[in-house]
């Protein structure tokens, strides 16, 4: 149980695409949704915090205009890199539970590379 | 600022013997604690938690230790086994969000 799904795996765009990530939970009710990315070598870090049907809730220093997070439903987010740019590229991955004192269950990310 | 450091890099054990992976925080104010196991191309999956009111929590092989005066936790794989290879990440909560370790590459030798 508690699988969670996040497609695409990996893409290749070129610079200024918009580019959206997918975030489902597969056999369970996901209250909370989180966004998370991973430099190289570096910790996951989250980017945001999304309820569903309300609007996400961005940490410190990421730009809400450029990560674009809806969260429509109990079972999918979405996240939307705006008119990527190289220094986008990253490691961005979704996690999701139903109860805050349950762990989070974690999608298996999707690599994003910006030419 | 990190506020959750795992400061090994990676570690390696003879199959059968203890692994003992450690991590530090920062904040005194997380109030839970979880190991998370990762495999390539994979999501973390999460493998045992501690709350911040206990000193320790078993499950099977795993067992995870927490030092709140030393602000400290390890994570003890007994008997260690292949599968076990790994990167494990240690997480800390507090107020509803996860902070992470860099993670610490486990490599079980046969």
């Known amino acids: 149980g508690a699988v969670v799904s996040q497609h695409p795996s990996r893409v290749i765009c070129k610079s200024g695409t918009s580019v959206k990530i997918e975030c489902r939970s597969l056999d369970f009710q996901a209250t909370t949704m989180f966004w998370y990315r991973q430099f190289p070598k570096q910790s996951l870090m989250l980017m945001a915090t999304?309820?569903?049907?309300?609007?996400?809730?961005?940490e410190q220093g990421v730009e809400k205009d450029k990560f674009l997070i809806n969260h429509a439903s109990l079972t999918l987010s979405t996240l939307t890199v705006t008119s990527a740019h190289p220094e986008d590229s990253s490691f961005y991955i979704c996690?999701?539970?139903?109860?805050?004192?349950?762990?989070?269950?974690f999608g298996d990310g999707t690599r994003l590379s910006i030419l | 600022d990190q506020q959750v450091k795992q400061n090994s890099p990676s570690l390696s054990v003879q199959e059968g013997r203890i692994s003992i992976l450690n991590c530090d925080y920062t904040n005194s104010m997380f109030d839970y604690f979880l190991w998370y196991k990762k495999y390539p191309a994979e999501g973390p999956t999460f493998l045992i938690s501690?709350?911040?009111?206990?000193d320790k929590n078993e499950d099977g092989r795993f067992t995870v230790f927490l030092n709140k005066s030393a602000k400290h936790l390890s994570l003890h794989i007994v008997p260690s086994q292949p599968g076990d290879s790994a990167v494990y990440f240690c997480a800390a909560e507090g107020a509803q969000k996860l902070v992470f370790g860099q993670g610490t590459r486990l490599t079980i030798n046969p």
């Open positions: 999304s309820n569903e049907g309300s609007k996400a809730t961005y």
């Open positions: 996690s999701a539970r139903d109860d805050p004192n349950q762990p989070q269950h």
């Open positions: 501690i709350s911040s009111i206990k």
